[in-house]
């Protein structure tokens, strides 16, 4: 290591928190460069990204400098406009009317956030509003899945269903009023059911909890369309229009967090677009600018939009920005004009392909599945029983660095926090098959060599 790239990291690890990593350290790598959908240290090595860092880089490192055009004539035309007291912007309106054409049909009025977790902090404030104003003011308990995740802020978090604690042990109590109801996740059912004969019981569960707990008293049920935090975890396909139609009945607002699964991701402009099912609010963030700068939103139906017209509803400064707008405007015109969405389905179709040729068949190996570029691979000790290793092993941390050390990044998920060991395979929406190929070779042979013999071997 150079004395000066010491120094930076020293200084880093003193002054800068980095999260997910004990408080005064880091990983001692410095980052400086990119290409393709490769990063690039300042040392020369090169990292394909596997998982488009948080699920977010959408459009991997090649479209840079259209968008830095784009953020560069908004900074000098007008670089800030707040969207309080009824102001607004050419620019923000410019890109809402190419985002409605990416919507489900009917959510077409919008509040612009700063990122994810604003998102779905503001729809569980928006769900509860939305009641008090209808004159409903004892639904406000918000429901979510038990393997979820949907931010880090406090209602966030109180939703969020993963994590056994881990982060929010620290500042208990959480917000009150959230509660769980068991997730979609067929291989590790848990109501011990098997699918397709189960009928779906983790949906109808969601009545069940509803008719226990008061429909007069929920608000909304939130929940990611496949769960990304927890592994990449698809529902089966009967899932979302079931719980439509619970949701319908009982007079609960059905809130889609699309932050990870939005824009394309699942090879849909939106996952629930597999179902054509058409939630209340969705929350939005990450590709929605493909992370070049911060961006979300909430979108909400005409239903909702209606029942909160005359409120007055506090914002944040950069709400609505006009650079990020001005970007994500950008990022969308990329999106269909070369055909992003479609790429995602050929390519997952051949990452899937490849997956269950390659890798199923190896001893570890209990589950590969997804939708579009959001891949989840289920690492068990015995595929019989589908135990999974020990996470004292720390094997999924191994793999991990494995794959760092052999240039490649990717998620994982450990028993320790999440449900089960599962690696999640999310490449920039624009890989080729090529850079796909690159990515599995790599990440077969570490597979291999951490948890065992190639198959035959
Ligand atoms: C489904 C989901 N909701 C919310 C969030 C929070 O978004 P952010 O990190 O932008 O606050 C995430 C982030 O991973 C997410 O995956």
Not at 149 to 166: D, E, L, Q, V
Request: with cysteine; hydrophobic share 40%.
């Amino acid at each position: 290591m150079t004395v000066d790239k010491e120094k930076l990291l020293q200084f880093d690890a003193d002054h800068i928190v980095h999260w997910v990593m004990p408080v005064g350290e880091n990983a001692g790598h410095i980052f400086n460069d990119c290409k393709g959908v490769t990063l690039i240290d300042t040392d020369g090595n090169e990292y394909l990204d596997g998982s488009s860092q948080l699920v977010c880089v959408s459009l991997g490192y090649d479209y840079n400098d259209e968008i830095a055009a784009a953020a560069a004539e908004q900074l000098k035309k007008l670089p800030y406009m707040t969207t309080f007291w009824g102001l607004t912007s050419d620019t923000l309106i410019n890109f809402t009317e190419r985002l409605v054409k990416f919507m489900p049909d009917g959510l077409d009025h919008f509040c612009f956030t700063n990122g994810g977790s604003e998102s779905t902090e503001l729809s569980f404030q928006l769900a509860r509003l939305y009641w008090k104003r209808k004159g409903s003011g004892s639904k406000y308990k918000i429901i979510s899945l038990h393997n979820s995740y949907h931010g880090t802020s406090f209602g966030a978090t109180s939703a969020t269903g993963i994590f056994k604690g881990m982060f929010s042990s620290g500042y208990v109590p959480l917000v009150p009023g959230f509660i769980k109801a068991p997730s979609y996740y067929c291989y590790r059912c848990m109501l011990d059911r098997e699918y397709p004969s189960c009928g779906i019981q983790c949906a109808a569960h969601l009545e069940k909890l509803i008719e226990t707990e008061g429909s007069d008293t929920i608000a909304a049920f939130i929940a990611e369309p496949e769960h990304g935090t927890a592994g990449d975890i698809p529902p089966p396909p009967e899932y979302w229009p079931m719980v439509r139609e619970i949701c319908d009945k009982h007079d609960v607002l059905l809130i889609a967090d699309e932050v990870m699964t939005g824009f394309g991701r699942t090879g849909m402009a939106f996952c629930v677009d597999h179902w054509d099912v058409k939630p209340d609010m969705i929350a939005m963030g990450k590709g929605i600018c493909s992370s070049f700068i911060p961006f979300g939103g909430v979108a909400l139906n005409e239903k909702v939009h209606e029942g909160l017209k005359g409120a007055l509803i506090p914002g944040a400064t950069y709400s609505g920005h006009p650079v990020a707008a001005a970007v994500a405007n950008k990022v969308l015109e990329i999106y269909e004009r070369d055909n992003i969405f479609q790429n995602v389905v050929n390519m997952g179709e051949y990452a899937l392909k490849r997956l269950n040729e390659e890798f199923l068949e190896l001893p570890f190996i209990g589950e590969i599945n997804g939708l579009g570029l959001m891949i989840g691979i289920e690492i068990v000790e015995d595929k019989a029983n589908k135990k999974g290793f020990d996470p004292a092993l720390g094997k999924m941390n191994e793999i991990r660095e494995k794959a760092f050390e052999k240039g490649l990044l990717i998620r994982v998920t450990d028993e320790g926090w999440a449900p089960s060991n599962r690696v999640s395979f999310g490449p920039p929406l624009t890989s080729n098959k090529e850079q796909i190929d690159e990515m599995l070779d790599i990440l077969y042979s570490v597979l291999t060599s951490v948890l065992g013999a190639e198959i035959n071997a």
